[in-house]
Protein backbone atom coordinates (compact mmCIF):
# COMPACT_ATOMS: atom_id res chain seq x y z
CA UNK A 1 0.00 0.00 0.00
CA UNK A 2 1.11 3.38 -0.63
CA UNK A 3 0.16 6.00 1.43
CA UNK A 4 0.10 9.84 0.09
CA UNK A 5 0.74 12.58 2.73
CA UNK A 6 0.92 16.52 0.83
CA UNK A 7 0.57 20.31 2.08
CA UNK A 8 2.48 23.03 2.61
CA UNK A 9 5.36 23.60 4.88
CA UNK A 10 4.60 23.58 8.72
CA UNK A 11 1.87 22.01 8.25
CA UNK A 12 2.78 19.19 10.28
CA UNK A 13 2.87 16.28 7.54
CA UNK A 14 6.15 14.99 8.26
CA UNK A 15 5.95 14.23 11.22
CA UNK A 16 2.51 12.88 11.04
CA UNK A 17 4.03 10.69 7.87
CA UNK A 18 6.40 9.08 10.39
CA UNK A 19 4.23 8.40 13.25
CA UNK A 20 1.90 6.96 10.59
CA UNK A 21 4.54 5.04 8.91
CA UNK A 22 5.90 3.79 12.21
CA UNK A 23 2.20 2.78 13.63
CA UNK A 24 1.76 0.69 10.40
CA UNK A 25 5.30 -0.86 10.21
CA UNK A 26 5.77 1.21 6.68
CA UNK A 27 8.83 2.72 5.07
CA UNK A 28 8.63 6.40 5.72
CA UNK A 29 9.96 8.32 2.63
CA UNK A 30 10.91 11.64 3.20
CA UNK A 31 10.72 13.49 -0.46
CA UNK A 32 11.20 16.88 1.07
CA UNK A 33 14.78 15.73 2.76
CA UNK A 34 15.54 14.77 -0.53
CA UNK A 35 15.59 18.01 -2.15
CA UNK A 36 16.87 19.57 0.70
CA UNK A 37 19.86 16.86 -0.08
CA UNK A 38 20.52 17.98 -3.47
CA UNK A 39 20.46 22.02 -2.43
CA UNK A 40 23.10 21.24 0.38
CA UNK A 41 25.38 19.57 -2.23
CA UNK A 42 24.27 22.57 -4.84
CA UNK A 43 25.45 25.32 -2.48
CA UNK A 44 28.63 23.72 -0.72
CA UNK A 45 29.91 23.31 -4.93
CA UNK A 46 29.26 26.97 -5.54
CA UNK A 47 26.46 25.98 -7.91
CA UNK A 48 24.17 28.66 -9.39
CA UNK A 49 21.15 27.81 -7.89
CA UNK A 50 18.74 29.78 -10.68
CA UNK A 51 20.43 27.40 -13.28
CA UNK A 52 18.28 24.72 -14.24
CA UNK A 53 20.99 22.88 -16.40
CA UNK A 54 23.80 22.27 -13.98
CA UNK A 55 21.22 21.52 -10.98
CA UNK A 56 19.90 18.88 -13.77
CA UNK A 57 23.68 17.05 -13.86
CA UNK A 58 24.13 17.70 -10.03
CA UNK A 59 20.75 15.88 -9.26
CA UNK A 60 22.02 13.28 -12.53
CA UNK A 61 25.18 12.44 -10.62
CA UNK A 62 24.34 12.27 -7.14
CA UNK A 63 23.48 9.35 -4.80
CA UNK A 64 21.01 10.16 -2.20
CA UNK A 65 19.36 7.39 0.06
CA UNK A 66 17.15 7.42 3.10
CA UNK A 67 17.78 4.87 6.12
CA UNK A 68 14.38 4.01 8.42
CA UNK A 69 15.35 2.82 11.78
CA UNK A 70 11.80 2.74 13.77
CA UNK A 71 14.02 3.44 17.14
CA UNK A 72 15.91 6.16 15.58
CA UNK A 73 14.96 9.60 13.57
CA UNK A 74 15.24 8.99 9.63
CA UNK A 75 18.64 9.19 8.25
CA UNK A 76 19.69 11.32 4.74
CA UNK A 77 22.90 9.79 3.33
CA UNK A 78 23.91 12.33 0.51
CA UNK A 79 26.67 10.41 -1.32
CA UNK A 80 26.78 8.06 1.75
CA UNK A 81 27.80 10.93 4.02
CA UNK A 82 24.76 11.50 6.76
CA UNK A 83 23.54 14.92 6.34
CA UNK A 84 20.40 14.87 8.18
CA UNK A 85 20.97 17.56 10.58
CA UNK A 86 23.02 20.08 7.56
CA UNK A 87 19.84 19.76 5.73
CA UNK A 88 17.42 21.13 8.24
CA UNK A 89 19.87 24.81 8.18
CA UNK A 90 18.12 27.79 7.52
CA UNK A 91 20.12 28.48 4.52
CA UNK A 92 19.14 25.29 2.50
CA UNK A 93 15.55 26.49 4.18
CA UNK A 94 16.10 29.35 1.72
CA UNK A 95 16.86 27.68 -1.58
CA UNK A 96 14.92 24.24 -1.67
CA UNK A 97 12.00 25.52 -3.55
CA UNK A 98 14.09 26.83 -5.83
CA UNK A 99 15.77 23.94 -6.58
CA UNK A 100 12.56 22.03 -6.47
CA UNK A 101 10.32 24.10 -8.98
CA UNK A 102 13.19 22.89 -12.18
CA UNK A 103 11.99 20.68 -14.33
CA UNK A 104 14.57 18.19 -14.81
CA UNK A 105 15.60 18.01 -11.13
CA UNK A 106 11.32 16.73 -10.40
CA UNK A 107 12.03 14.42 -13.14
CA UNK A 108 14.93 12.76 -11.56
CA UNK A 109 13.77 12.48 -8.29
CA UNK A 110 10.28 11.51 -8.94
CA UNK A 111 11.61 8.20 -10.48
CA UNK A 112 14.08 7.70 -7.27
CA UNK A 113 10.76 8.19 -5.10
CA UNK A 114 8.56 5.94 -7.12
CA UNK A 115 11.95 3.33 -7.17
CA UNK A 116 12.42 3.62 -3.33
CA UNK A 117 8.24 3.23 -3.02
CA UNK A 118 7.72 0.47 -4.90
CA UNK A 119 9.92 -1.77 -2.66
CA UNK A 120 6.79 -2.51 -0.45
CA UNK A 121 4.38 -0.58 1.79
CA UNK A 122 5.34 2.90 2.29
CA UNK A 123 4.21 6.26 3.25
CA UNK A 124 5.49 8.96 1.16
CA UNK A 125 5.01 12.87 2.09
CA UNK A 126 5.62 16.19 -0.14
CA UNK A 127 3.92 18.52 -2.23
CA UNK A 128 3.21 16.18 -5.23
CA UNK A 129 2.78 12.96 -4.27
CA UNK A 130 -1.12 12.19 -4.60
CA UNK A 131 -0.88 13.92 -7.39
CA UNK A 132 2.51 13.35 -9.19
CA UNK A 133 4.54 10.53 -8.03
CA UNK A 134 1.84 8.02 -6.53
CA UNK A 135 -1.20 9.24 -8.69
CA UNK A 136 -2.86 5.76 -7.90
CA UNK A 137 -1.92 5.82 -4.03
CA UNK A 138 -4.52 3.62 -2.09
CA UNK A 139 -4.98 6.56 0.48
CA UNK A 140 -3.99 10.18 0.28
CA UNK A 141 -4.46 13.34 2.36
CA UNK A 142 -3.72 16.42 2.45
CA UNK A 143 -2.16 17.77 5.60
CA UNK A 144 -2.85 21.61 6.55
CA UNK A 145 -3.19 24.40 8.78
CA UNK A 146 -3.69 28.30 8.57
CA UNK A 147 -0.68 30.61 7.74
CA UNK A 148 -0.10 31.78 11.32
CA UNK A 149 0.51 28.60 13.08
CA UNK A 150 2.20 27.39 10.20
CA UNK A 151 4.84 30.10 11.05
CA UNK A 152 4.55 29.29 15.05
CA UNK A 153 5.29 25.79 14.40
CA UNK A 154 8.23 26.24 12.00
CA UNK A 155 10.12 29.00 14.39
CA UNK A 156 9.19 26.87 17.42
CA UNK A 157 11.45 23.59 15.33
CA UNK A 158 14.01 26.35 14.37
CA UNK A 159 14.81 27.14 17.56
CA UNK A 160 14.65 23.60 19.09
CA UNK A 161 16.83 23.02 16.46
CA UNK A 162 18.91 26.18 18.15
CA UNK A 163 18.16 28.26 15.05
CA UNK A 164 18.16 31.76 15.48
CA UNK A 165 15.62 33.06 13.52
CA UNK A 166 12.44 35.25 14.20
CA UNK A 167 9.07 35.05 14.09
CA UNK A 168 8.87 37.42 11.18
CA UNK A 169 12.08 36.00 9.38
CA UNK A 170 9.68 32.64 9.09
CA UNK A 171 6.48 34.17 8.31
CA UNK A 172 8.78 35.77 5.17
CA UNK A 173 10.12 32.22 4.52
CA UNK A 174 6.83 30.06 4.45
CA UNK A 175 5.53 33.00 2.21
CA UNK A 176 8.03 32.73 -0.06
CA UNK A 177 7.87 29.51 -0.03
CA UNK A 178 4.15 28.84 -0.32
CA UNK A 179 4.31 31.33 -3.42
CA UNK A 180 6.89 28.82 -5.49
CA UNK A 181 5.57 25.96 -4.42
CA UNK A 182 2.12 26.67 -5.48
CA UNK A 183 2.43 28.94 -8.54
CA UNK A 184 5.60 26.65 -10.48
CA UNK A 185 4.73 25.18 -13.65
CA UNK A 186 5.54 21.44 -13.03
CA UNK A 187 4.48 19.59 -9.94
CA UNK A 188 2.69 22.43 -8.16
CA UNK A 189 1.46 22.01 -4.57
CA UNK A 190 -2.23 21.40 -4.47
CA UNK A 191 -4.93 18.58 -3.21
CA UNK A 192 -5.22 15.43 -5.19
CA UNK A 193 -8.94 15.69 -6.17
CA UNK A 194 -9.59 12.23 -4.42
CA UNK A 195 -7.53 13.24 -1.02
CA UNK A 196 -8.88 13.49 2.37
CA UNK A 197 -8.18 16.84 3.70
CA UNK A 198 -6.96 17.91 7.25
CA UNK A 199 -7.04 20.91 8.52
CA UNK A 200 -4.42 20.54 12.07
CA UNK A 201 -4.82 24.02 13.34
CA UNK A 202 -6.62 22.94 16.60
CA UNK A 203 -5.25 19.43 16.81
CA UNK A 204 -2.57 17.56 18.53
CA UNK A 205 -0.19 15.37 16.75
CA UNK A 206 -1.77 12.64 18.25
CA UNK A 207 -4.93 13.65 17.37
CA UNK A 208 -4.47 13.71 14.09
CA UNK A 209 -2.75 10.92 13.52
CA UNK A 210 -5.73 8.84 14.98
CA UNK A 211 -7.96 10.84 12.52
CA UNK A 212 -5.22 9.42 9.77
CA UNK A 213 -5.12 5.96 11.22
CA UNK A 214 -8.68 5.86 11.44
CA UNK A 215 -9.39 7.06 6.93
CA UNK A 216 -6.30 4.31 6.77
CA UNK A 217 -8.17 1.54 8.54
CA UNK A 218 -12.02 1.99 7.44
Known amino acids: MIIAIDGPAGAGKSTVAKLIAKSLNFLYIDTGAMYRALTLKALEQGADIKDPQKLSELAAHTDISLLNDS ?11 DVSADIRQPRITQFVSEVAKIKEVRKIMVELQRKLGNKGNAVLDGR ?18 IFEERVN ?3 KESTG ?3 KLTAEDVA ?3 ANRDKIDSGRAVAP ?3 ADDAVYVDTTKLSIEEVVN ?3 GFINE
Open 71 to 81: NAPLKVLLDGR
Open 128 to 145: DIGTVVFPEAEKKFYIDA
Open 153 to 155: RRH
Open 161 to 163: LGQ
Open 172 to 174: ADL
Open 189 to 191: LKQ
Open 211 to 213: KVL
